[in-house]
């Protein structure tokens, strides 16, 4: 199953990012979506797994819950916006993380891009960057890869200059 990840797209959901989720199976979106109207875009295109961000307000958060625990092909996956990151959380990611044992954590919110590897809770840690138009970020990125049978793999970067 091919994932597409995105967050903080600040109602943007553009060609670029059309054509690089494309071969994607879902997508995953950490946060700051920016609009019902935006997700269920999203949604039309491919299926949507979402959380909702700070700025993601009323309906937003009636829709979609602050973080969102799943299982994919035999990996358990947690998502949230405002997460932190390795030796980093928030006290309410590790608290989610300790609960769930994921083995992968989304988290958005910084607009910087970071893949790592956590020893100490055996988890990959995903932020996928903005790849919104809005923010103090200058390149646009996204992140896909592949899990099959409980395995990770042939992660890729999208990247796009913010015009």
Not at 69 to 86: C, D, K
Not at 95 to 104: D, R, S, V
Not at 124 to 140: C, D, E, Q, T
Request: charged share 20%; with cysteine; aromatic share 10%.
């Amino acid at each position: 199953m091919k994932i597409g990840v995105i967050s903080d797209t600040h109602s943007t959901f553009d060609s670029c990012l059309e054509e690089f989720l494309k071969p994607c199976d879902e997508i995953w979106h950490a946060g700051d979506i920016g609009s019902l109207e935006l997700a269920d875009r999203i949604a039309a295109f491919k299926p949507l797994r979402a959380v909702y961000g700070n700025i993601d307000g009323g309906v937003m958060r009636r829709v979609y819950h602050e973080s969102n625990f799943f299982e994919v092909e035999g990996v358990r996956v947690l998502m949230t916006h405002i997460g932190g990151y390795p030796r980093h959380y928030s006290p309410k990611a590790l608290q989610l993380i300790h609960g769930a044992k994921p083995k992968i954590f989304i988290a958005g919110h910084s607009h910087i891009l970071k893949v790592m590897y956590d020893p100490i809770y055996d988890l990959l840690f995903i932020n996928p960057g903005a790849a919104g138009l809005y923010g103090a970020h200058h390149v646009r990125t996204a992140i896909r890869f592949d899990i099959n049978n409980g395995e990770i793999g042939n992660m890729e970067i999208g990247e796009w200059k913010r015009g």
